[in-house]
């Protein structure tokens, strides 16, 4: 059975610029996560898709994040325009009971 | 104050000695507790749930006291591959499920 998988999983990008990560959890789960660690701290959750819905975003940093979960497969988060702050690595995770799965997650710098 | 929290270390180890990992929880919501390991560059991966009543899963024993809100990871026998980051993880039940993550803790095994 396939795991959680996102793409890309590093991506450069100039300060102004957009970027789209996307992550295909593992089917069947209802439930994916976007969390972000940023260097040096702990990792910190972004939203909470169960299928299409947004359950929680509370951890969206600020209007230039848009996450979307069309049909309730994949999910994608868009970043635009990107600022330097928002480097970090960007990890997906589903879960349908109990245990999350994470993805490789996506290395991003903004540069 | 961090809804988790943990000592960051590192804690550094000979091979073979015992090592215990605490973590404190804020939020009485809280439903379910794991322990994840991650390695350097790599997704965090679950290490073992823990349960009311304690668990073991080998070298490892995870305890939750509800009352103190409190949880603990114990590492006998440490392994040079148990050199990684540790993650405490609470899962918090407010109308929805969320993942708390607290900053993690690096054990690094020596020989």
């Known amino acids: 059975e396939a795991g959680v998988t996102q793409f890309p999983s590093h991506s450069v990008i100039e300060k102004g610029q957009t970027v789209t990560l996307r992550c295909d959890p593992i089917s069947g789960h209802d439930n994916l996560y976007w969390y972000r660690r940023v260097m040096g701290k702990e990792i910190k959750f972004l939203l909470h898709?169960?299928?299409?819905?947004?359950?929680?975003e509370s951890g969206m940093p600020n209007n230039r994040f848009l996450a979307e979960r069309t049909g309730g497969t994949y999910s994608t988060l868009k970043v635009q325009p990107a600022e330097l702050e928002d480097s970090g690595v960007y990890f997906c995770?589903?879960?349908?009971?109990?245990?999350?799965?994470f993805g490789q997650g996506t290395r991003l710098t903004v540069v | 104050r961090k809804e988790v929290e943990q000592d960051p270390g590192p804690f550094n180890v000979p091979e073979g000695a015992t090592v215990a990992f605490n973590c404190t929880y804020s939020n009485s919501a809280s439903q379910s507790f794991f322990w994840y390991r991650q390695d350097c560059r790599k997704e965090p991966k679950l290490l073992m749930s823990v349960y009311s009543s304690g668990n073991e899963d080998g070298r490892f024993t995870a305890q939750l006291n509800r009352a103190s809100q409190y949880i603990s990871l114990l590492i006998r026998d440490s392994k040079l591959s148990d050199s990684a980051t540790y993650l405490c993880v609470v899962n918090v039940y407010t109308g929805f499920q969320k993942l708390v993550f607290g900053t993690g803790t690096r054990l690094l095994v020596s020989p």
């Open positions: 898709f169960v299928k299409e819905s947004k359950q929680d």
């Open positions: 995770a589903s879960s349908q009971d109990g245990e999350a799965f």
